[in-house]
């Protein structure tokens, strides 16, 4: 048995284990030091959706599985359910040290990118530079500021996989086991299945490698084995998932990236997954992939406004020409970013000396990880540009199984946020395990000139760009405007080039006298990963200032307001629609109320379709008679039959406006209108009294007969979110109606 020697086989774990734990706890010193947390957009959308849930879990010890506060009532797979697989999380618990949840997901992608470049040989100490660079990245950064900590938690434990692969396939089996399982189930945990889709691609491009170079090696007998133990693995880890895949999969054919019943204008067939125009709304322009390297290519950030700072070219040409009506009127269009995209809240920037690495590992690493990792680079670049490059991705989208279940394809560039520090490393790693010679002096040069060159050359010509952001929303601006604009946008530009510029001059230089022996190998993997942490934080402290944090009592989003108070004064069962609540982008009103809004992605697709082609109408129809002073509730159908008994324009008590014209929550009917196919069903159901008219479609269901009891009555008597019981007097056969949300695969009616 080989002897253990502390300091050359544990210290190094320990020290870097140390760093992650130094940088996380330093990034994050708000929440760690002062009891504040991060106001994170998609967690409070979540807490509002979960609050009706978790309450009922906290009083009855059960589960739900049904929101009855959002969309009318969704099933709450993808919400808030808690499945029987606490092990795995006591296990992602464990390996992140008890850090605070979701600023440990940093944490744990500093650790398993560092397991993952251990497993591919690359030395500790400079693996640790590789792990600071992905999980330093803003892109992890800005999804944890926006509190997608599900699709952050996933990017964890990808390269956990990727490690387990190369362990079984360098004869490591049993390691390699354990360490596919584990990231498998760890990774799937986090339920975020784009991630995953992602991490497929990747995996699967490095076995299709491991493939070819085994049968040049006449190794495939040993490939085989091998991909035996990873699928092994693989079903190990999906095991673990199993309950939350099944009900997810289940779901998915009744949720907008399910097939629609519905046949539109022109079309002979129903259609599957998203619809193009909603899957492609977040995407990259062709040149955006650039801030990668430069991150104020296109500015930066959405919400930096030049008008806020007083020494700003804008600033002055506003108050020197404009008065306060002009200043007011222009300073929403001073946005330092000027990018294709409507909004973002910063560039995913990868690290002038990441890129430089990448450069270094194209010519030095070995030639099998080459062929690997570029192409992936390649691809994630094609894929976030979604519909800016629509030939390939259509193609992809119409072709590709599971690709168009997935929105946000900027999120493809994970991919290749993944690969560089990668490939980076293994090049870095060949460099310092080879003599120096002409010819490793000439590759080095090269990289210094390719990547070195391009910010050189951005610095230099920077004032040839037009720098004016063109298209719905530039605005029409006066001239002397778009000069101060261009000349602000300039300046960040060619600042961040020259910062690039000079980030990898040190990067050059630390190799550089590495191989002139002038500085010992952990000396300069040091130093790269100081290089790395300050060249990543700085930036990502663009974004994530103090000021991102905030005590609880801070946090007013989910904080009752007056409207809120004069409604939960009637304690009976009813729904609410909030005007002033964005349908669909905004549950505010869910941690209250039972809402006919809420914030979720994959809504059932019947009640979408019911919304956009009837509810939606409706209610612009009544805001203009509203607006007119005619207030129309009887014509306002869809809520009726809804039973949204109170209409919320503000958050102040005569912002509410009772509904008297609601169906409730169960009515008879007088007739029924047959019609022969779910899009019959659909236009007849928003052109009817729903009072006294049912639509039923009689492809799937068998008119029934029934007799009209003018005194038939209908009331709910006791309402749980999975269990709703009513009591009905009628002298006759008779139809009711109810105002739920129907899911096929769980409601029962008896």
Same mark, same amino acid.
């Given at each position: 048995m080989?002897k253990?020697?502390?300091?050359?086989?544990i210290?190094p774990?320990?020290?870097a284990i140390?760093?992650?734990?130094?940088?996380?706890?330093?990034?994050?010193?708000p929440?760690f030091f002062e009891?504040?947390t991060?106001?994170?957009h998609?967690i409070?959308q979540y807490?509002?959706s979960?609050?009706?849930a978790?309450?009922?879990?906290e009083a009855?010890g059960?589960e739900p599985?049904?929101s009855?506060?959002?969309?009318?009532?969704?099933?709450?797979?993808?919400?808030?359910v808690q499945?029987?697989?606490q092990p795995?999380?006591y296990?992602?618990?464990?390996?992140s040290?008890?850090?605070t949840h979701?600023?440990?997901?940093?944490y744990?992608?500093?650790l398993?990118?560092?397991i993952?470049l251990?497993?591919?040989?690359?030395?500790?100490?400079?693996?640790?530079?590789?792990?600071l660079a992905?999980g330093l990245s803003?892109y992890?950064?800005?999804?944890?500021?926006?509190?997608?900590?599900g699709?952050?938690?996933?990017?964890?434990?990808?390269p956990?996989?990727?490690?387990?692969m190369?362990?079984?396939?360098?004869n490591?089996?049993?390691?390699?086991?354990?360490?596919?399982?584990?990231?498998m189930?760890?990774?799937l945990?986090?339920?975020?299945?784009?991630?995953?889709y992602?991490?497929a691609?990747?995996a !699967?491009i490095?076995?299709l490698?491991k493939?070819v170079?085994a049968?040049?090696q006449?190794?495939?007998g040993d490939?085989?084995k091998?991909?035996?133990?990873l699928?092994?693995?693989?079903?190990?880890?999906?095991?673990?998932?199993f309950?939350?895949?099944w009900?997810i999969?289940?779901?998915t054919?009744?949720?907008?990236?399910?097939?629609?019943?519905?046949?539109?204008s022109?079309?002979t067939t129903t259609g599957?997954?998203?619809?193009?125009?909603y899957?492609?709304?977040y995407k990259?322009?062709?040149?955006e992939p650039?801030?990668?390297?430069?991150p104020?290519?296109?500015?930066g950030s959405?919400?930096n406004y030049f008008v806020?700072?007083?020494?700003s070219?804008?600033?002055?040409?506003?108050?020197?020409?404009?008065?306060?009506?002009?200043?007011?009127?222009?300073?929403?269009?001073?946005?330092?970013?000027?990018?294709?995209q409507s909004?973002t809240?910063g560039?995913y920037?990868a690290?002038?000396?990441?890129?430089?690495? /990448?450069?270094v590992?194209l010519?030095?690493?070995?030639k099998k990880y080459?062929?690997?990792?570029?192409?992936?680079?390649?691809l994630s670049?094609?894929?976030?540009w979604?519909?800016s490059?629509?030939?390939f991705?259509?193609?992809?989208?119409d072709?590709l199984?599971?690709?168009?279940k997935f929105?946000?394809?900027?999120?493809?560039l994970i991919?290749i946020l /993944?690969?560089m520090?990668?490939?980076?490393?293994?090049?870095?790693?060949?460099l310092?395990?080879s003599d /120096?010679n002409k010819t490793i002096k000439?590759?080095?040069?090269i990289?210094?000139g390719?990547?070195?060159g391009?910010? =050189?050359l951005?610095?230099i010509?920077?004032g040839i760009?037009?720098?004016?952001k063109t298209?719905?929303?530039?605005?029409?601006? @006066?001239?002397?405007y778009?000069s101060a604009?261009a000349?602000d946008?300039?300046s960040?530009f060619?600042i961040d080039a020259?910062?690039s510029?000079?980030?990898?001059?040190l990067g050059?230089?630390?190799?550089?006298?590495e191989?002139?022996?002038k500085?010992?190998v952990p000396?300069?993997a040091l130093v790269?990963v100081a290089? !790395?942490s300050?060249d990543?934080a700085?930036v990502?402290?663009?974004?994530?200032?103090?000021?991102s944090?905030?005590? *609880?009592?801070?946090q007013? /989003?989910?904080?009752m307001n007056?409207a809120?108070m004069a409604i939960?004064?009637?304690?009976?069962?009813?729904?609410?629609?909030?005007?002033n609540?964005p349908?669909?982008?905004?549950?505010r009103?869910?941690y209250?109320h039972?809402?006919?809004?809420?914030?979720?992605?994959?809504k059932?697709k019947?009640?979408q379709?019911? =919304?956009?082609?009837c509810f939606?109408?409706?209610?612009?129809?009544f805001?203009v008679?509203?607006?007119?002073g005619?207030?129309?509730?009887a014509g306002?159908?869809a809520?009726n039959?809804?039973?949204?008994k109170y209409l919320v324009?503000?958050?102040k008590p005569?912002?509410?406006l @009772?509904?008297n014209?609601?169906n409730g929550?169960?009515?008879?009917?007088?007739?029924?209108?047959?019609?022969?196919? @779910?899009?019959?069903?659909?236009k007849?159901a928003c052109?009817?009294d729903t009072?006294?008219i049912?639509?039923?479609?009689?492809?799937?269901?068998?008119? *029934?007969?029934?007799?009209?009891d003018s005194?038939a009555?209908?009331?709910?008597?006791?309402?749980k @979110?999975?269990?709703?019981?009513?009591?009905a007097?009628t002298s006759?056969?008779?139809?009711?109606v109810?105002?739920?949300?129907?899911y096929p695969k769980?409601?029962?009616?008896?």
């Amino acid at each position: 048995m080989k002897k253990i020697d502390f300091v050359k086989h544990i210290l190094p774990h320990v020290i870097a284990i140390g760093i992650f734990l130094v940088v996380t706890v330093a990034f994050f010193s708000p929440v760690f030091f002062e009891d504040k947390t991060l106001e994170q957009h998609d967690i409070q959308q979540y807490l509002a959706s979960s609050h009706s849930a978790m309450e009922y879990r906290e009083a009855t010890g059960q589960e739900p599985l049904w929101s009855k506060s959002m969309f009318g009532g969704m099933p709450l797979y993808l919400v808030n359910v808690q499945w029987d697989n606490q092990p795995v999380s006591y296990t992602k618990f464990v390996l992140s040290l008890g850090l605070t949840h979701p600023y440990c997901n940093i944490y744990l992608a500093f650790l398993c990118y560092y397991i993952m470049l251990l497993a591919f040989g690359v030395r500790s100490y400079l693996a640790i530079a590789g792990a600071l660079a992905f999980g330093l990245s803003s892109y992890m950064i800005l999804g944890l500021s926006a509190g997608h900590n599900g699709r952050i938690g996933a990017i964890a434990f990808m390269p956990l996989i990727i490690a387990g692969m190369q362990l079984v396939f360098a004869n490591r089996k049993i390691l390699g086991f354990g360490v596919s399982a584990m990231g498998m189930a760890l990774q799937l945990r986090e339920n975020h299945l784009q991630i995953t889709y992602y991490l497929a691609i990747v995996a !699967v491009i490095f076995g299709l490698v491991k493939l070819v170079e085994a049968i040049m090696q006449k190794k495939l007998g040993d490939y085989l084995k091998g991909l035996s133990v990873l699928i092994l693995a693989a079903c190990i880890g999906i095991g673990s998932f199993f309950g939350q895949l099944w009900a997810i999969t289940e779901y998915t054919k009744y949720s907008i990236r399910g097939p629609s019943e519905l046949v539109k204008s022109g079309a002979t067939t129903t259609g599957s997954g998203l619809t193009k125009d909603y899957a492609f709304q977040y995407k990259y322009g062709i040149y955006e992939p650039l801030t990668l390297l430069i991150p104020s290519f296109y500015g930066g950030s959405s919400s930096n406004y030049f008008v806020q700072d007083e020494n700003s070219a804008t600033y002055k040409a506003l108050m020197e020409k404009g008065d306060a009506k002009t200043f007011n009127q222009l300073a929403a269009y001073s946005s330092a970013y000027w990018g294709p995209q409507s909004f973002t809240g910063g560039a995913y920037y990868a690290g002038a000396i990441v890129i430089f690495l /990448f450069v270094v590992g194209l010519l030095f690493a070995e030639k099998k990880y080459v062929i690997w990792l570029l192409p992936l680079c390649l691809l994630s670049i094609m894929i976030s540009w979604g519909d800016s490059f629509p030939s390939f991705n259509y193609f992809l989208f119409d072709h590709l199984p599971g690709f168009n279940k997935f929105r946000s394809f900027n999120f493809a560039l994970i991919i290749i946020l /993944f690969a560089m520090p990668l490939l980076g490393l293994l090049g870095v790693e060949k460099l310092w395990s080879s003599d /120096f010679n002409k010819t490793i002096k000439k590759k080095l040069l090269i990289a210094l000139g390719v990547v070195g060159g391009i910010c =050189f050359l951005f610095l230099i010509f920077a004032g040839i760009g037009s720098f004016v952001k063109t298209g719905p929303g530039a605005g029409d601006l @006066p001239g002397w405007y778009k000069s101060a604009l261009a000349e602000d946008r300039i300046s960040l530009f060619r600042i961040d080039a020259a910062r690039s510029l000079a980030f990898i001059a040190l990067g050059f230089a630390v190799l550089y006298f590495e191989l002139h022996k002038k500085i010992t190998v952990p000396g300069a993997a040091l130093v790269l990963v100081a290089l !790395v942490s300050i060249d990543l934080a700085t930036v990502n402290k663009r974004y994530f200032k103090d000021e991102s944090f905030k005590l *609880p009592e801070e946090q007013t /989003f989910l904080t009752m307001n007056l409207a809120d108070m004069a409604i939960l004064k009637d304690t009976t069962s009813y729904r609410v629609f909030a005007f002033n609540e964005p349908f669909g982008t905004d549950a505010r009103a869910s941690y209250f109320h039972d809402n006919i809004g809420g914030y979720h992605g994959a809504k059932m697709k019947r009640y979408q379709d019911f =919304f956009d082609s009837c509810f939606s109408k409706q209610a612009q129809e009544f805001s203009v008679k509203a607006n007119q002073g005619k207030i129309d509730l009887a014509g306002f159908q869809a809520a009726n039959m809804l039973n949204v008994k109170y209409l919320v324009f503000g958050d102040k008590p005569n912002a509410v406006l @009772p509904n008297n014209q609601v169906n409730g929550n169960a009515w008879f009917v007088q007739k029924v209108a047959e019609v022969k196919s @779910p899009t019959e069903e659909l236009k007849k159901a928003c052109n009817i009294d729903t009072k006294t008219i049912a639509v039923v479609d009689g492809s799937k269901f068998k008119i *029934p007969e029934t007799g009209v009891d003018s005194t038939a009555s209908i009331k709910l008597i006791v309402e749980k @979110p999975n269990y709703l019981k009513y009591k009905a007097v009628t002298s006759t056969n008779g139809l009711a109606v109810f105002s739920e949300i129907y899911y096929p695969k769980g409601w029962i009616a008896t």
